[in-house]
C-alpha cells in the first residue's frame, strides 16, 4: 500500500527547452526550403547574442554562469524571436532585438521565472515599432522571386547589404501576405482579385503554409509530450476562427476567411509556442482559455482594424499584463473548503 505524498518526476528545465527546440525543427527546415538559407544565419546570430547577453547579465549579477546558459531558455527565446524576424533581416537588426528581449525583457527583471512579459515578443515588437519597413517586407518564396539568391548571397546581404550585381532589392523582397491584404483592401479592391496574385497559395501566404503546417506539426509533438496543454492553442484558434468567420459571414468580399486567418502570419507560432510560455502566462486551466481565447480576438481586431498587419506580439504583451488578475479570479476551489 503506498502511501502519500506522491511525488512526479517532473522533467528539468533543460529537457523541457530541448524539446520545444526540437518542435522547432520542422519548421526551420519549412523555412529553408521555402525562403533559403539566410534563416540560418539569423538564427545563428541570435544564438550567439542571447548566450553571450545573457552570460554577461549573469555575470554582473554576480549568478553562476554555465547553469543558467544551460537550462536552454535564452536558446528558446532566440529562435523564436529569429522565426519571427524576416529570414534576411540585416544582422543588427537581429543582435538589436535579442539583446532587448534577453537584458531588458528578461534578466533585469530578475531571469527566468520573474520575467511579467514574453521575452521574445518584446524584442520583436520593439523592432516592429522602431523599424516597420524592414519588419514588413520578407523575401520572395524562391519560386517567386525575380532574381535567386544562393545561401552565399543571402549571407553577404544579412551582414553587408550586397546584393549580386543587378539584383534589385525588389526583385528579392515582398510585403507579407497580411501588409499586402490591409494595403490593396485600404485601395478597395475586392478580396477575392488580391488573394488570386501569386503571394497568395490555397490557403494563406504562398510557401508560408509550409512554414505554419510545420509549426502546427511542431506543436503536436508538445501536446504529445505533455509539455503543453490543449487549453491554450485551442482557446486561441478559436477565437481567432470564430471571430473571423463572423466577420466573414457578413462581408465575405472584405473580411478574409478563418482558413487564412489560421494560415498566414504567426497564427501556429503564436498558438503552440508563444503564448504557451509558462512563465508569463496563467495558470489556472479556466485562465488559460480566457488568456488564449483573448489574444486571439484581440490578433484578428489588430490584423483588420490595427496600424499594424499582424497583432501577435501586442496581444500576447497586452495580456501578459493582465495575468495576475486572470489568475486570482480563476482560482480553483480549495479541496474540502466552500468557495
Known amino acids: 500500500m503506498t502511501r502519500s505524498p506522491y511525488l512526479t518526476n517532473a522533467p528539468s528545465v533543460s529537457v523541457i527547452m530541448l524539446k520545444v527546440v526540437l518542435a522547432l525543427i520542422p519548421a526551420i527546415f519549412a523555412y529553408v526550403w521555402v525562403f533559403g538559407g539566410g534563416i540560418l544565419v539569423v538564427l545563428s546570430i541570435a544564438t550567439f547574442v542571447a548566450l553571450t547577453s545573457e552570460a554577461l547579465m549573469l555575470k554582473l549579477r554576480n549568478r553562476p554562469v554555465l547553469p ?19 529570414p534576411l533581416a540585416p544582422w543588427w537588426l537581429v543582435v538589436v532585438g535579442t539583446f532587448f528581449a534577453i537584458v531588458i525583457a528578461k534578466q533585469l527583471y530578475g531571469g527566468l521565472g520573474y520575467n511579467p512579459f514574453n521575452p521574445a515578443m518584446v524584442g520583436y515588437a520593439v523592432l516592429l515599432i522602431s523599424f516597420p519597413s524592414i519588419m514588413t517586407h520578407w523575401p520572395a518564396p524562391l519560386d517567386l522571386a525575380k532574381a535567386q539568391l544562393g545561401f552565399a548571397d543571402q549571407f553577404h546581404y544579412i551582414f553587408g547589404g550586397l546584393l549580386p550585381d543587378g539584383v534589385k532589392v525588389d526583385g528579392i523582397t515582398q510585403a507579407t501576405p497580411l501588409d499586402y491584404l490591409k494595403t490593396q483592401l485600404g485601395l478597395h479592391r475586392d478580396l477575392q482579385d488580391i488573394t488570386h496574385e501569386s503571394i497568395y497559395g490555397k490557403f494563406g501566404g504562398h510557401g508560408a503554409e509550409l512554414v505554419t503546417f510545420a509549426y502546427l506539426l511542431g506543436g503536436i509533438y508538445l501536446l504529445q509530450q505533455k509539455l503543453i496543454t490543449w487549453h491554450l492553442p485551442v482557446a486561441f484558434l478559436a477565437s481567432l476562427a470564430i471571430f473571423s468567420e463572423i466577420f466573414y459571414l457578413v462581408n465575405p468580399e472584405h473580411f478574409a476567411n478563418p482558413l487564412f486567418h489560421m494560415f498566414t502570419g504567426a497564427s501556429m507560432l503564436a498558438a503552440f509556442f508563444i503564448i504557451t510560455d509558462p512563465v508569463s502566462g496563467p495558470t ?33 504583451l497586452l495580456f501578459n499584463i493582465g495575468v495576475p488578475l486572470i489568475d486570482a479570479y480563476t482560482q480553483p476551489r480549495v479541496f474540502g473548503h466552500t468557495k
Open 284 to 316: 489556472t486551466p479556466k485562465g488559460k482559455l480566457i488568456f488564449a481565447g483573448g489574444i486571439g480576438i484581440l490578433t484578428y481586431l489588430i490584423r483588420v482594424y490595427g496600424g499594424y498587419p499582424d497583432g501577435v506580439a501586442f496581444s500576447v
Open 68 to 86: 543558467f546558459l544551460m537550462d536552454g531558455s535564452a536558446l528558446v527565446t532566440a529562435w523564436l524571436l529569429a522565426l519571427s524576424l524576416p
